[in-house]
């Protein structure tokens, strides 16, 4: 709880330090159930952007172990993951069909089902390329999240840069259809984070510049 009294300053200081810590909170919630619970059941118990993180935090998990095996000489490994992925698909899917879900329940399931999709394309991508090293380009140019126990935090990672998620609250908040050329913004525009440059989209009005920047942060 924040007390919103005395000067403004103060208190909405006091606001956004209790804020990040009630979420980096979530996280830690979500990085240890996502792993022992099904997904659909998992969506439907956590917020919604704990929900999205878990997910990206699971599939993280799942393609860095998958190609690690490969790495030891295990074959299909990856075709195994994508048929689980593909059936989890599939139920979320079927949840969008019930008509009891809230207008809120219905966009963050919506949200999630976008990100999915994008993680099994990945999938696919990696075994149509035939990787099978977790230090692997074609791999590490992907999102990947985790959670660092030696730091108690969460971070991001694309190519060789890190950062440390900020802990905002977004509430419910719809993504983007990730596409190739998304991949490719990402990489340019963490790349220049990363040596403290900044990035800037270029392209004719209304192709997503701007929503592609909002979507990275």
């Known amino acids: 709880p924040v007390v919103a009294m005395g000067p403004a300053e103060t208190w909405l200081a006091e606001l956004v330090e209790s804020m990040r810590e009630t979420m980096r909170y979530e996280a830690r919630r979500a990085a240890k159930e996502i792993h022992r619970t099904p997904v659909e059941d998992f969506l439907y118990n956590r917020p919604s952007q704990m929900a999205l993180l878990g997910l990206q935090l699971k599939w993280t998990a799942d393609v860095q172990s998958a190609l690690y095996q490969a790495s030891l000489g295990k074959k299909g490994v990856l075709k195994k993951l994508l048929g689980e992925y593909e059936t989890t698909l599939s139920k979320l899917v079927e949840l969008t069909l019930s008509n009891d879900l809230s ?8 949200t999630c089902i976008t990100i999915f999709i994008h993680q099994k394309d990945v999938i696919e991508e990696l075994i149509e390329k035939r990787v099978g090293d977790p230090r692997s380009f074609d791999w590490l140019k992907h999102c ?3 959670w660092r126990e030696d730091k108690g935090s969460l971070y991001v990672s694309i190519c060789d840069n890190e950062f440390e998620y900020g802990y905002e609250y977004l509430g419910v908040k719809e993504r983007l259809v990730m596409t190739p050329l998304t991949d490719v913004c990402y990489v340019a525009l963490t790349q220049a984070v990363g040596m403290n440059c900044g990035g800037a ?4 009005a209304g192709t997503g510049k701007t929503e592609t920047t909002k979507d990275l942060g």
Not at 201 to 204: F, K, L, S
Request: aromatic share 6%; glycine share 6%.
């Open 103 to 110: 207008l809120v329940h219905r966009t963050s399931l919506e």
């Open 144 to 146: 990947r999240f985790r």
């Open 201 to 204: 989209p270029a392209g004719p």
